[in-house]
């Protein structure tokens, strides 16, 4: 348990930072919406763009992996983006939502914890996983909220609306623009690279800070218990139950990778999906709460699970 205390630690310290640097005035209301604006436009279109960029492709196709771990998480998705929608939500609020109980903090907890547990090996599931939550997971529920935002137009008309609104959006260009980096094969200037680290660095510990900034100031929210429990459930139980039955079940991969996907699958919610509901000004209590009470309860499930396979 200290070992994963020692992991998630930091993020608590993030947040706290972010939510006394408001309480005390060091950083004012408008703060909160100007480090959005660095994280959205700068921080995290640089750290997309730089993982996709620098991945090897070689090295990433473990087929029966990304299968396993890619099914899991769009299963979880789809059907909390299901149960969001027969609750009357609207399909970006309720895409949203399904985000939270599926976006796995791979990069910022995933890939420490799978090193620190599991050893080396444990790098390139970490980042296959970390790919297939920030950037594919991520475009597809951008594309939904897109579609969901559009007004009643002829379908021609509402498919080339949500062609501009993509092709502005930077969260879907940099992975996309990566990906055409990869596959040509150009390997990025030294000098390049170490602008996209350290500008991609600071996305993970900036919307931490954000955060802590929101849950500050935010007002109070009613009628989000139900949402909020249904969300943590999927995420920390539902997620790598999915996930360990289809590695065990279908794919039959080897334990090493079992251990590893389940783990990667039980993480807590990342910062991903409060940075769309910035973007998109749309309510953030319940995604701020999702983030915060999955981090915590993260803590118990991972430590139970390690204790249960004697990791």
Known sequence: MLS????ILPIFALIATGW???KAGALGPRATGEINNFVVYLALPAL???????????????????ATFGIGTALLFVTALCLQRLRTKKLADAAIDALN??????????????LAVLGSPALIPALISTILTVCVLFAVAIVIIEV??????????????????????????APVAGAVVMLSGIHLPAPI?????????????????????????????TGTLQGLSTLVVLKLVIHPVIVWLLATQLFDLPESLVHAAVLL?????????????QYYKRDGNLTSAAILVSTVLSLFSITAYLMLTRL
């Open 4 to 7: 994963v205390l020692a992991i």
């Open 20 to 22: 006394l640097a408001r």
């Open 48 to 66: 997309l763009f730089d993982i996709v960029a620098n991945a090897d492709w070689h090295t990433l196709w473990q087929p029966e992996f990304v």
């Open 101 to 114: 109980a599926s976006y796995a903090n791979t990069g910022f907890l995933g890939i420490p914890l799978a």
């Open 148 to 173: 969901g935002l559009q007004p009643n137009r002829k379908i021609t008309q509402m498919l080339l609306n949500i062609a501009k609104q993509l092709a502005r959006n930077p969260l879907l260009v």
């Open 193 to 221: 690279n170490s602008f996209l680290k350290l500008l991609g660095g600071a996305a993970s510990p900036c919307a931490l800070i954000a955060l802590g900034l929101f849950l500050a100031q935010r007002r109070r929210s």
């Open 265 to 277: 699958a039980a993480l807590p919610t990342g910062t991903g999906p409060f940075m769309v509901t």
